[in-house]
């Protein structure tokens, strides 16, 4: 029970953060160098919040670290090209 | 005999849907694979990002501004804020225009050119003498209404536009290429003259006539490259401005922008969406990190890219 209320949790700061990094993302729609700063950003949330996740579960291997680390680099690159041009 | 098709029908579908025995991810999920895409993008931004510097004029942002929408839109948005409309003055205009020139003659996209010259010193050279005066800057916009919304939309470029310091405007939209890519540069620059007297029309039409001649003159010494198709005048009372007609570039970059992040990101996202779905049905337990927080993020940044991807920039 503890276990899935910590889940829920985890997954609730995620949604947030999330949702605020794309607001912020919209909100400085014509701010170039600030989308692109706050992509960076939001990746490196993601694979922090995937890492801690893990690791408080207990359940953080090198290819869970592996797999996060180029998840966010994806959604990185996905934001940054395009929004770089 | 030894029939291998079901074998090679079932490995084949793993390419796509997680493996049950394997308690593995979609081949195209895998480690690997998620190398292969960050590669992809980050190839596909340096062809992006130099191949307009090896060929420029290949890449570029189609446009379909117009001098008259963007005078309409301007003085709409300052007549819902109770003020007057904005009149288009000729000396403004062909600042503004030389100073879109400037831009794609030294490549800068600045309010000071790199040689320190500013905005005060194009409209002066045009011997409009004025008490206020100010500039807005926008580029790679497809259409009119965009780049009055984007500059509504930042507080520094709205100040200018619901200023009741001008009482004259003028615009340029000059097709170009700038740093590589080829792209339509808006300039609008608003004045208010020192002395009333100056707005009156006296010989207008002589110096409308000096005015297109001159700047036909210019574009074809200093811009003998990127020569227009034709220059067309817009009539607003019996004052123009002048704009250039577009020239369609070979690729798109927005276009692209869109198509590679829609689809790239789209096709990503719905091979996670599948693995969510049919390890669920299979009940298929895997040692992996959580794909339900993947598909999560990599939604929302394909919406997020349709989304802020802003039409173009502002100055």
Redesign the interface.
């Given at each position: 029970m503890l276990r899935e209320e910590n889940h829920l949790r985890h997954y609730l700061i995620l949604i947030l953060g999330i949702l605020t990094f794309v607001f912020l993302i919209y909100y400085f729609k014509y701010y170039n160098n600030v989308q692109i700063i706050l992509a960076g950003g939001l990746s490196a949330f993601y694979c922090l919040w995937g890492i801690i996740h893990h690791a408080v579960e207990g359940r953080l291997s090198r290819l869970v670290f592996l797999e996060y680390i180029l998840v966010g680099l994806l959604v990185f690159l996905l934001l940054f090209t395009a929004l770089s041009i | 005999m030894y029939n291998s098709l079901p074998i090679e029908k079932y490995m084949f579908i793993h390419n796509f849907l997680p493996h049950p025995y394997h308690r593995s991810r979609a081949r195209l999920l895998s480690?690997k694979a998620?190398?292969v895409?960050?590669v992809f993008?980050?190839l596909?931004?340096a062809f992006?990002?130099y191949v307009p510097k090896i060929y420029p004029g290949i890449l570029g942002y189609a446009s379909d501004i117009k001098i008259s929408e963007l005078l309409n839109l301007t003085n709409k948005k300052r007549a819902a804020s109770g003020l007057s409309e904005l009149n288009i003055n000729n000396e403004l205009s062909k600042a503004a225009y030389k100073k879109a020139q400037d831009m794609f003659a030294k490549d800068y996209w600045a309010h000071v050119s790199p040689d320190g010259k500013e905005p005060w010193d194009f409209i002066l050279a045009e011997k409009y003498d004025y008490s206020y005066a100010g500039e807005n800057l926008a580029k790679n916009f497809n259409t009119s209404k965009e780049v009055v919304e984007?500059w509504f939309?930042?507080p520094s470029h709205k100040d200018n536009l619901l200023s009741k310091n001008y009482d004259e405007i003028g615009f340029a939209v000059v097709n170009g290429t700038l740093d590589g890519y080829k792209t339509t540069l808006v300039v609008q620059m608003f004045g208010r003259p020192r002395t009333p007297s100056y707005l009156a029309k006296v010989n207008e039409e002589s110096i409308n006539e000096k005015i297109l001649e001159s700047v036909k003159e210019e574009s074809v010494v200093e811009n003998s490259a990127e020569l227009p198709k034709s220059l067309e005048t817009e009539t607003n009372g019996n004052l123009f401005t002048l704009s250039y007609i577009s020239l369609p570039s070979v690729i798109d970059?927005s276009t692209a922008?869109?198509v590679?992040?829609l689809t790239?990101?789209g096709f990503?996202t719905g091979l996670f969406a599948l693995d969510v779905w049919y390890s669920k049905r299979k009940a298929i337990p895997k040692?992996?990190?959580?794909t339900l927080?993947?598909l999560?993020?990599?939604a929302?940044?394909?919406?997020?890219?349709w989304?802020?991807?802003?039409p173009g920039?502002?100055l």
């Open positions: - | 480690h998620l190398l895409y960050n993008l980050i596909f931004f992006t990002h984007a939309s930042s970059v922008q869109k590679v992040g790239f990101g990503i040692f992996t990190g959580h927080a993947h999560s993020i990599l929302i940044t394909v919406i997020g890219i989304l802020a991807l802003s920039k502002i």
